[in-house]
C-alpha cells in the first residue's frame, strides 16, 4: 500500500469487487496470493488503474504461460497462481528462493525459479482445487467436508465448559439489560411489588401481577430467541459474549449453520435446563464437547483460532 493503512483499504476494495467488506478482507488474507486474470489488456490497465486511484499498488501483467502453479512459501500452500503472478512475486521478493511449486495438474515438486523455466508439463493425476468461499461467508467458516475431529484429536478446536458458561453469563448480562431497555421503551408492565397496589381487591391485584410476571416471561424469551437465532445465523456465527470470547457456532462440519437450525438450538436449551442443568454439563464430557441442545441441533461451539488451523490442515494440497 502507498501510505494507507490496510484496514482502511478493504471497505473501498470490497465495494469495488462488490464483496461483503468482512468476506473480502477475510478471503484476501487467507488465500494470499490472489491474481486476477483479465480477459484483454485494456480490461487489465483499467483495474490496475482503478485499484491505484484507490490507493494501492497495482502491476498489469501479461500472461504469456497459461501454467498454473500451487506454491509452498513460509511453511503454507497456495494456489493455484498463474505463472506470470508466480513469476512477479519471485523478482518482487514476494515469493524467495526457498519458494517451491507444483505445475496445476503436475505431481513433481522444485523450486519455483526451476518451475517457472521448465517447458514441459508433468501430466499425472492433477491434485484438487481447495474451495473458494462464498461471498458471504467469513473465513473462520470455510468450507470443509466431513465431520471436525474429536476433542482428543483437536484438543485446541472446541470451547471448553468454563469457557462457554463465559460466554453464556455475558450473553445473560446484555440480554438482562436490553430487556428491560425495550420494556421501558415499548411500556411492557414489569414487576410488581405492594407499593404499586393502588387500591382494588386482593383478587383483581394478583391476577394482573400473574398477568405480567407471564407476559415479561414470554417477551425476555423472544427476545433471547431472536438475539441468539439472528447472531449465531449471521455472518458472525456468535453472539457477543461468544465474540468476546473468540467462539463461534458451527455445524458439525464447521460449516455456518441457518437460522433455522439456531432457532432449535436456542430452545433446545430450555431442554437442557429443564435436565437440571446437566443437559448444559455434557459440554465438558461428550466427544466433541456438545452440550444436549447443540447435539439436538446437530451444532458445535468451537474457538476461531482451532476452526482457522483446521481449515489450514484440510485444505486440499498437491
Not at 486474470?37 to 500472461?63: H, I, S
Request: aromatic share 10%; with cysteine.
Amino acid at each position: 500500500m502507498s501510505g494507507v493503512a490496510a484496514e482502511a483499504m478493504w471497505p473501498a476494495l470490497a465495494r469495488w469487487f462488490k464483496l461483503d467488506e468482512a468476506s473480502f478482507s477475510a478471503r484476501v488474507r487467507e488465500r494470499v496470493p490472489m491474481s486476477l486474470t483479465p480477459g484483454t489488456a485494456e480490461q487489465a490497465n483499467a483495474q490496475a488503474a482503478e485499484l491505484e486511484a484507490l490507493g494501492a499498488q497495482a502491476v498489469a501483467l501479461e500472461e504469456v504461460d497459461a501454467r498454473r502453479f500451487w506454491i509452498r512459501h513460509g511453511g503454507r500452500t497456495c494456489g493455484p497462481v498463474s505463472a506470470a503472478f508466480a513469476a512477479h512475486a519471485l523478482s518482487s521478493g514476494q515469493f524467495s528462493a526457498d519458494s517451491h511449486a507444483c505445475v496445476h495438474g503436475g505431481s513433481q515438486w522444485q523450486r519455483l525459479d526451476q518451475a517457472l523455466a521448465a517447458g514441459t508439463r508433468d501430466e499425472a493425476s492433477p491434485p484438487p482445487v481447495p474451495p473458494v468461499a462464498s461471498a458471504t461467508a467469513r473465513a473462520t467458516s470455510p468450507r470443509l467436508t466431513g465431520p471436525l475431529p474429536v476433542h482428543d484429536q483437536a484438543p485446541d478446536l472446541y470451547a471448553g465448559f468454563w469457557r462457554r458458561a463465559g460466554a453464556y453469563l455475558i450473553d445473560g448480562i446484555l440480554l438482562t439489560v436490553a430487556c428491560g431497555v425495550l420494556r421501558a421503551v415499548v411500556g411492557f408492565p414489569g414487576h410488581m411489588t405492594m407499593m404499586d397496589w393502588s387500591g382494588g381487591d386482593f383478587h383483581h391485584f394478583h391476577g394482573y401481577h400473574h398477568m405480567a410476571y407471564t407476559g415479561g416471561n414470554l417477551f425476555a424469551l423472544l427476545v433471547g430467541w431472536l438475539y441468539y437465532a439472528f447472531m449465531e445465523s449471521s455472518s458472525r456465527q456468535a453472539t457477543l459474549g461468544k465474540m468476546a470470547l473468540g467462539l463461534l457456532v458451527t455445524d458439525e462440519a464447521g460449516r455456518r449453520i441457518g437460522f433455522g437450525r439456531a432457532t432449535g438450538r436456542y430452545f433446545g436449551m430450555l431442554v437442557s435446563w429443564l435436565t437440571l442443568t446437566i443437559g448444559f454439563m455434557l459440554a465438558g464430557w461428550t466427544a466433541r464437547k456438545q452440550a444436549l441442545h447443540d447435539m439436538m441441533a446437530g451444532a458445535l461451539v468451537v474457538t476461531g483460532d482451532g476452526l482457522k488451523r483446521q481449515f489450514a490442515e484440510r485444505s486440499p494440497t498437491p
